[in-house]
């Protein structure tokens, strides 16, 4: 009989890490990364990884400081006998460039998955930032597998929100924001999002006259800058709703963009447990 999988955690996922051991009964794994006083890191598993199979949740926001971590748990789990390295990545980035937008430049999406096609067996994500690209397969080489947040968000908003009115941001956001409005009951309405820069959108609103009683739920897969909440909250302001609520799948909360979305009258910031932040309210349930 086969051992069951040695799980590992790399960038502070233990939690996580652990949460998918019990539930699955996994073997949690002993890793240390040991860092140089020259910055230089050396990753050491303590676990006997002979001959097993293995998975690694590491959280990868902030990628290009942890990308050669993850590079040498990969060769050293390698060396050290492992049959296969499954990664979790439950944000998966470099995931927006999926397409040439401009001349002269590249498309990270593809880069990206190639390094970790190589490095990897299998990929198993939450919510990756699908648009152009339809499927993880047209640019991952090795098995993938996603995870939705749809259930989890829904299943959130109707235990803490009293007639809420979902609004996605852009067109991208439609159809989960649809999967979202069916759980709860809820009406939806999905705005125009026109990006002018990294920092700025514009965004076209709706008229919600008709919503004065609801509560709006803002909900996008990423919040990064903050911006394209920040925009939608400063539109909402117009018709007097009640203060709204944020959903993020993946808070990256860059340019303390929370302390921001809540001056700017947030009720209240949510996100699910993919990148480690106090607002991780929401659990992933599908694991
Ligand atoms: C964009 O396509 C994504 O779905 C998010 O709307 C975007 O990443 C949010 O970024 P920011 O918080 O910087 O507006």
Redesign the pocket.
Known sequence: MSLSPLVFALFGYDELAQKICVKHNYEIGNLICHQFPDAETLIKIHSNILNRQIILVAGLENPNTKILSLIYFAETARDLGATSITLIAPYLVYM?QDKQFHPHEGITAKYFAKLISYYFDKLITVEP?L?RIHSLSQIYTIPTHVVYANKDIGQWILKNVSMPILIG??E??KEWVNAIAQITNAPFVILK?TRKAD?K?EIEMPDLKAFVDYTPVLI??????????LETIAHLKRYNLHSPICIGVHGLF?DN?YEKILLAGAKQIVTCNTVIHASNLIEISGF
């Open positions: 927006r930032h648009h941001p852009d991208e956001s999002k920092r959108v996008d897969d990423i919040i990064s800058t903050g911006i394209s909440m860059i963009a």
